[in-house]
């Protein structure tokens, strides 16, 4: 990490005028994956791609309705596949007690609103469960790829149905130590709901960071949460890069989650969801003016009745700036 670290701190010096500008946009890839806790079960693998710019973009007009005319905004165009799937899945026919097998693919556009040391952030996917979202397609070609044992059950997965939902976001940052100083700690509470038929849930959380310039943005989050958040808008001429390391807990109210209940409008596999989820994670993060990498640790509490493993999962992302 050191010798990482060290390269990083090698960027070039800037001019006078460009060590006044802050990043402006970036381009992100996250892959998460189970494999990271030895498992091949429930949420088992999530990719995406996003680009993120400063302003308003095509929904950041929202704000103006809530009337907040100032703050800085953001906005965040993404692709994502998430899959989910039993823990045997050797079986043709899927233990019915377990977990369906379940894939949704989405285009999520995302508006955020700084003002200050609050974030609020509104996410709007679009998108379709069941065969369409070629989940299966894509877990079979990673396995034979890679010589894995090809999923068997893919054909009791959730059937086809359009999605539309909605997730509010708003985090504060409570930073313990002076802005500027060299060693940084901070405190930021989480809280948000999702609204719509793929998911309706509340919850609330915090994370902790600290470390040696911690950048000036609002933490870590995973395509199980808004995906994506604004990138460091450090005063470059001061702070080229930076290093932290965080932990957090949250906790989920679930009304409804399609990936368990089964389809909306029709018949299909389901489990009986537990109301209350719990979830513990870790990582760490190296910025600098240029890129962003951060692996994140999430610890999932059971989110069903009957479920054999609990549901860990680790999270890649990288993002690169200019």
Do not use: C
């Amino acid at each position: 990490m050191l010798i990482v670290a060290a390269i990083f701190a090698a960027t070039p010096s800037f001019s006078a005028e460009s060590q006044a500008e802050r990043i402006g946009s970036a381009f992100s890839v996250r892959w998460e994956n189970d494999a990271f806790d030895a498992t091949d079960a429930n949420y088992t693998n999530g990719v995406s791609l996003a680009y993120t710019h400063k302003g308003s973009g095509l929904i950041g007009g929202v704000w103006n309705l809530f009337g907040e005319p100032g703050g800085k905004r953001f906005s965040t165009y993404e692709v994502s596949q998430l899959q989910f799937t039993p823990v045997n899945l050797d079986l043709r026919i899927p233990d019915p007690t377990d977990r369906p097998y379940a894939g949704f693919l989405y285009l999520g556009l995302t508006t955020h609103l700084q003002r200050g040391e609050s974030l609020h952030g509104l996410k709007l996917f679009a998108g379709v469960v069941g065969p369409a979202s070629l989940a299966e397609q894509s877990q079979k070609l990673v396995h034979r790829t890679f010589g894995y044992h090809m999923p068997q059950g893919w054909e009791y997965q959730i059937k086809n149905e359009p999605v539309i939902n909605l997730l509010y976001e708003y985090r504060h940052r409570f930073r313990l130590t002076p802005k500027d100083a060299a060693v940084g700690v901070e405190v930021m509470p989480v809280g948000g709901a999702f609204v719509g038929n793929y998911l309706i849930q509340a919850q609330a959380g915090v994370q902790v960071r600290v470390g040696y310039h911690v950048p000036d943005d609002f933490g870590t989050t995973t395509l199980l949460g808004i995906g994506y958040l604004p990138p460091p808008q450090d005063d470059l001429s001061r702070r080229a890069w930076g290093i932290y390391a965080y932990t957090g807990g949250s906790v989920s109210l679930v009304a409804w989650n399609l990936t368990l209940d089964g389809n909306t409008f029709a018949n299909s596999r389901n489990v009986d969801k537990r109301p209350v989820v719990p979830a513990l994670e870790f990582g760490s993060s190296l910025w600098t003016r240029w890129a962003q990498a951060t692996f994140s640790y999430m610890m999932l509490g059971k989110e069903f009745y009957g479920q054999k493993v609990r549901e860990d999962f680790g999270s890649i992302l990288f993002s690169a700036y200019w």
